[in-house]
C-alpha cells in the first residue's frame, strides 16, 4: 500500500512502481476506511501527511497502522 498525499509525488510514485500490485491511497478519508482486514505485503507511508479536520499526521498514523498491520513492514 502506498500512502502519499503530494500528488506530484504520488503519481511518480505510482509510475515507478506501475509493475507490483500496490494499493493507493491519496485521500485522508481513504486512511479512515482501513480496518485492518486487507492483505498486504508493505506499506510505504509519507510522515509528512498534512493533518486534516478529522485525520491524523503521517506520525500519527505509523503507530496506528502497526497495530492494525502486526505483521506488514511499514
Known amino acids: 500500500m502506498l500512502i ?11 509510475e ?7 494499493e493507493y491511497i491519496q485521500d485522508h478519508h ?17 510522515l509528512e501527511l498534512e493533518e486534516g ?5 503521517g506520525h500519527d498514523w505509523i503507530e496506528r497502522l502497526k497495530d492494525m498491520y502486526k505483521k506488514v513492514p511499514l
Not at 502519499?4 to 505510482?14: C, G, I, S, V, Y
Not at 515507478?16 to 500496490?22: D, I, V
Not at 481513504?30 to 509519507?46: Q, S
Not at 479536520?53 to 499526521?57: G, L
Request: charged share 30%; glycine share 2%; proline share 2%.
Open 4 to 14: 502519499d498525499d503530494d500528488p506530484r509525488f504520488h503519481q511518480q510514485l505510482k
Open 16 to 22: 515507478l512502481l506501475h509493475s507490483f500490485s500496490f
Open 30 to 46: 481513504d486512511l479512515l476506511d482501513l480496518d485492518g482486514t486487507e492483505t498486504m505485503d508493505l506499506i510505504l507511508l509519507d
Open 53 to 57: 479536520e478529522e485525520t491524523y499526521t
